[in-house]
């Protein structure tokens, strides 16, 4: 299943390619860094969907390896927490 995160972050990169060739092709270079900032933040969201796709099909075919992983990190997040 390809997470909604994969497919938003690809449309962005797309259309930051396209927005930073306008400004190129414009000598607009405002419009070139927002289509690089664009397509920075649309490879981002779409490792993050990706990751999220890897995690579930990790949880989804080893789901005590998952439940042991949640256990461990939130027995160490609460004994870190009661420190304070």
């Known amino acids: ?9 690809a449309a962005k990169d797309t259309v930051g390619k396209v927005q930073d060739g306008m ?5 607009d270079t ?3 860094a927002a289509g690089k900032a664009k397509q920075f ?4 969201q ?3 969907g990706d990751t999220l796709d890897s995690v579930r099909d990790v ?3 080893q789901p005590l390896v998952a439940i042991a992983v949640a256990t ?5 997040l ?7």
């Open 1 to 9: 299943m390809v997470d909604i995160n994969s497919v938003e972050g």
């Open 23 to 27: 400004g190129g092709l414009l000598g």
């Open 30 to 32: 405002a419009q070139q």
């Open 41 to 44: 933040a649309g490879q981002a």
């Open 46 to 48: 779409g490792y993050y």
């Open 59 to 61: 949880t989804s075919d």
């Open 72 to 76: 461990g990190v939130g027995f160490i």
């Open 78 to 84: 609460g004994a870190l927490l009661a420190r304070r």
